[in-house]
């Protein structure tokens, strides 16, 4: 007799998938996804690539083309899926681009424009109407949004807790869009996405729950946007 999901204490994800992933270039690259495809099945790469963002589809073709062949020279087994930026300029076209690629293309990323690593490129005016037209747009095409949320000009242990309002409007606004707000925080962010309905969600990172802010800070190799909390 099959268990009950409710009456299962442990289980085991043999083969899991990652969905916030920095797959670099070059060595670092052929690095990276070596150790990825380790372990997990499926790995969704962030747009933020250094001097060359991953926002249209001439940008999405070079950098899918790039890993791929790394992928394949390499001999490795996971898939690979992306993500496209969302910038002031983009357009109509950026979003139909999901109609072709769903197999590989999950998702609009937004990072308001300094706040976290290789943010130049990002958003700078949230709330323009063009982006309004875009947002629309999404839900139609039922394309999800995923929100690095921080506010640009907080101190690290502020940023997030002051965007929040930004999570708020934007559901009030187009309700039916599909929101991520990746890796919270905070407790106030886990507590906002508990109060929102199913199409608004988050994710968290495992050094949020382990590390404080001063181990994050004395040791670069722990610290990385948003920075660990050690209280709310």
């Known amino acids: 007799m099959q268990q009950r999901i409710s009456e299962v204490s442990n289980f ?24 990825l495809s380790r372990y997990y099945g499926r790995v969704l790469g962030m747009p933020n690539i250094k001097d ?3 926002a249209k589809k001439e940008d999405l073709l070079w950098y899918k083309g790039e890993m791929d062949a790394l992928r394949e ?13 969302l910038q002031d300029q983009t ?5 139909e681009l999901f109609r072709n690629f769903r197999d590989c293309l999950l998702g609009l990323k937004c990072y308001f424009r300094g706040t976290t690593t290789n943010s130049g490129d990002g958003v700078s005016n949230f709330w323009k109407r063009h982006l309004g037209i875009i947002f629309r747009s999404m839900q139609d095409y039922n394309v999800p949004l995923s929100i690095h949320l921080e506010e640009p000009g907080y101190p ?19 309700p039916r869009l599909k929101i991520v707000m990746e890796h919270i925080s905070t407790r106030a962010g886990i507590e906002l996405v508990k109060q929102m309905p199913e199409n608004v969600v988050g994710t968290l990172a495992i050094q949020h729950a382990l590390l404080t802010t ?3 800070r004395s040791n670069p190799h722990l610290l990385c ?8």
Do not use: S
């Open 12 to 35: 085991t994800i043999r083969r899991p998938d990652n969905w916030h992933c920095h797959f670099r270039r070059g060595a670092m690259a052929e690095v990276t996804l070596r150790e």
């Open 52 to 54: 060359h963002p991953i």
């Open 73 to 85: 020279r390499l001999g490795l087994k996971c898939q690979l899926c992306y993500m496209l930026m």
């Open 91 to 95: 357009t109509f076209q950026e979003v």
């Open 156 to 174: 690290d242990e502020e940023a997030e807790i002051e965007a929040l309002y930004r999570l708020e409007k934007l559901h009030r606004h187009y």
């Open 214 to 216: 001063e181990e994050a």
């Open 225 to 232: 946007k948003p920075i660990a909390k050690t209280l709310d």
